[in-house]
């Protein structure tokens, strides 16, 4: 699905491609929890602790080219799935291991709180909000 080009340029804006199709991107908010900064609205709404929740995509593809996205990768364009499909397992997977990777920079940080970043490693939500859409996987519904 990706360019070597277009996986450079993901990677060069820290995502992690996880797979043909999905990303994992450390939310600005999680990162904010871990340095003791405050979290999202999520947090004070509904108790969701920001530190323990991962921003991932299944999808990189999306079906629109919208003028008003704020994403510095424009994803591929598909009205219909056309690529391999990823196993959701397989997915989920990686996308915890490419998320923990990403953070394991706190481990030992002068400015994280060393309590949060250990929690960080249980996630216990998923944001699905990355560049592409999410919901166009094709395995979106299966367990």
Known sequence: MLTQEARTELEKQQYRVVGDH??????????NMIKGEGGCYKLK???IMSHQCMQMTTSISCANRCTFCWRGYKAPVS???KWETDDPEMIHEGALKA????LVGFKGSKTANQNVYEKS???????????GEPIFYPKMNES
């Open 22 to 31: 999905s990303a994992v991107k450390v939310c600005g908010w999680t990162k």
């Open 45 to 47: 709404f509904y108790g």
């Open 79 to 81: 009205k219909e799935w």
């Open 99 to 102: 998320h923990h990777k990403l």
């Open 121 to 131: 490693k249980k996630v216990k939500h998923v944001a699905l909000s990355l560049t």
